[in-house]
């Protein structure tokens, strides 16, 4: 199914759909390991004592509420990022309970590049450059295969500046 079909007009259709680059999680996934081994290891301290039950019951709780705040949100702030190019526009959707978005019309951007420095090259993934009529340049980070997603982009900018040539 392609996102947003809401969104979407009828002529319109998807060229390329992304959530930021998946090493955007590694850290959330870190701290995951890191909650649930330590909460474990002084679980384990505690086994014996008598007052193992209340330290096993603070042990949840902070455990959960790290999870939550630094594994889980990550995780959906992830999800509901999407970077979208469509035939007519380049739209950017985030947020979990707040939602915010842009959307540029391809006949609005001037160009398009890409920065990939070191770690992006060993990840596959870099920021995305757009420039458009009057605004400042917008950088989308941690975008997967940056310079394919560049090259279409260009591509569907240059169909639309033909098809405003055949138009006019």
Not at 116 to 140: H, I, K
Request: proline letters at 5%.
């Amino acid at each position: 199914m392609a996102y947003p079909d809401g969104l979407l007009h009828d002529d319109e259709n998807v060229v390329v759909h992304k959530h930021p680059h998946w090493k955007m999680l590694l850290g959330p996934v870190l701290v995951l390991f890191v909650v649930v081994g330590g909460a474990s290891y002084l679980a384990a301290l505690v086994a014996n004592t008598p007052w193992r039950l209340p330290v096993w019951i603070a042990l949840g709780v902070v455990g959960l509420v790290l999870i939550v705040w630094f594994t889980l949100a990550p995780l959906a702030r992830w999800r509901t990022t999407h970077f979208v190019i469509t035939t007519h526009r380049l739209m950017v959707r985030e947020g979990v309970f707040t939602r915010s978005g842009i959307d540029i019309p391809m006949w609005r951007i001037n160009s398009v590049r890409f920065r990939r420095g070191l770690v992006g090259r060993a990840f596959g993934c870099g920021t995305l450059v757009v420039e458009s009529a009057s605004d400042e340049p917008l950088a989308f980070d941690d975008i997967p295969q940056v310079e394919q997603v560049q090259t279409l982009l260009h591509g569907e900018v240059g169909d639309g500046v033909g098809h405003r040539a055949q138009e006019g």
